[in-house]
């Protein structure tokens, strides 16, 4: 991943924002639809696919938990 794409999660670590939170959403998803596109089973590739599950689990939750307070 370069530094002009951080880590899915990133969001995570900032104020919420329901628009930083759909991209960094979007990113994660990028990044699972590119090694199922292109799987090498290398351990590297398994942990950013953990990383990027694990993200959009914990953004969806945020982002329910907000929707809860705010309803």
């Known amino acids: 991943m370069s530094v002009s794409n ?3 999660g990133w969001s995570l670590a900032k104020p919420f924002d329901l628009t930083e939170a759909a991209r960094d959403i979007i990113a994660a998803a990028q990044i699972l639809a590119d090694h199922g ?3 090498t089973g290398s ?3 398994a942990a950013e696919v953990q990383q990027a599950t694990a993200a959009i689990h ?3 939750r945020r982002v329910e938990q907000h ?3 705010r309803g």
Do not use: G, M, V, Y
């Open 67 to 69: 929707s809860l307070r």
């Open 43 to 45: 351990p590297e590739q």
């Open 37 to 39: 596109r292109h799987p």
């Open 6 to 8: 951080p880590k899915p």
């Open 58 to 60: 914990a953004i969806t």
